[in-house]
């Protein structure tokens, strides 16, 4: 249904930090570190465009690393988005940031340039390294006055739930433009995951209320529903309902694996999605990623396989993070652990509805 096709694309794992919640260093550490050489990366791009052409899809890159600014070739990886009109995004740190570099990247095409934020002060730099906190909300600044848009994300777990809220006020201060959370994968660091389907219920609605507290003020920042729980506690609320125009057969939003968005990692692997650690669908360097999309990538399209999701009457519009699904217990299609959706809220419709048996082929 979206005519923008997403590639999440890791050029390096360079990088200044080694995060505790990083799915590059969290399950070793001390692992070899992929980069694309020129080549490669020439390779990798017209691989992409060939793809797009094909699928009549219009080309969205979200450029990332580890932090893809240290890799050598980043500016000229610029030259060749500029040249072909290529909008993207940045996904990085802000150590090497400045109004000079801030005002380049803008010139060459950057929409947005996201950072993150995983606690207050103290959080924040136990998860990242001493300083990173302070210097993210300074390199905000640069970021806006170069009109670029300013994005914050934040990876929830149990470790910091607590101290989202704050984070809220941290990030409207500074004036980002953009903030959203997403959960954490278990992926082999030393962070909580026990985060029990009330407990970040309770999160999202306290959420609810200091965005719109925020709206109500004129708050600049936009706070963006990311996970996509949110569209079972706005179902809740009354502030989504199924359109009644929706088809049968067709997915309208939720997690947008073997939808519309692919990963690229530095030695060239696809991924059906970068958050999913056994998700390989194929190599840039021996596969056309076209071929992949109708291939490989239909392992990630059987939705009637979802074991709680298929019976579920968002199925279209949610199936909350099949990767953390996966992260926990090993099965993409498996329960997401913090979805409280169930036959006593009307959401799960029992096998001997036909409203089910119908809504399994969706």
């Known amino acids: 249904m979206n005519p923008y096709f997403a590639f999440q694309w890791h050029i390096t794992d360079e990088c200044d930090q080694r995060c505790r919640h990083c799915y590059i260093f969290s399950g070793d550490p001390c692992r070899h570190l992929d980069s694309m050489d020129w080549n490669q990366i020439e390779e990798t791009f017209y691989n992409c465009i060939d793809f797009c052409r094909l699928y009549n899809r219009t080309p969205y890159f979200y450029l990332t690393g580890g932090d893809p600014i240290l890799h050598p070739d980043f500016w000229r990886l610029l030259d060749l988005f500029h040249d072909h009109s290529i909008r993207f995004t940045i996904m990085g740190n802000p150590f090497h940031l400045n109004d000079h570099v801030c005002r380049e990247i803008k010139w060459y095409g950057c929409e947005k340039y996201q950072l993150s934020i995983d606690g207050l002060r103290q959080t924040h730099d136990w998860f990242r390294k001493p300083g990173s906190f302070d210097c993210t909300i300074e390199k905000i600044g640069c970021i806006n006055r170069a009109g670029i848009r300013s994005v914050v994300m934040t990876t929830v777990s149990k470790t910091n739930i607590e101290e989202i809220p704050g984070i809220i006020d941290a990030v409207a201060e500074a004036g980002v433009n953009i903030f959203s959370f997403s959960r954490y994968v278990p992926s082999g660091g030393d962070l909580d995951t026990s985060m029990t389907p009330a407990e970040y219920r ?45 088809r049968k057969g067709i997915i309208y939003a939720g997690c947008n694996c073997g939808n519309c968005h692919i990963t690229i990692l530095p030695n ?95």
């Open 268 to 362: 060239g692997d696809i991924y059906a999605c970068r958050r999913v650690a056994e998700s390989k669908v194929g190599n840039v360097s021996e596969d056309r990623i076209a071929d992949v999309w109708m291939t490989e990538m239909e392992e990630y399209r059987q939705y009637d396989k979802f074991s709680k999701c298929s019976s579920c009457r968002l199925l279209a519009f949610c199936r909350g993070c099949p990767a953390v699904a996966k992260g926990t217990s090993g099965n993409f299609y498996a329960e997401d652990p913090q979805c409280w959706a169930s036959e006593e809220n009307g959401l799960i419709i029992k096998e001997n509805n036909d409203e089910h048996n119908e809504s399994r082929t969706a």
């Open 202 to 246: 309770c999160l999202l609605a306290k959420c609810d209320r200091k965005f719109k507290e925020y709206e109500a003020k004129g708050c600049t920042t936009y706070f963006n529903r990311k996970d996509h729980l949110w569209t079972l506690y706005e179902y809740e609320q009354g502030t989504f309902t199924i359109p009644a125009d929706a």
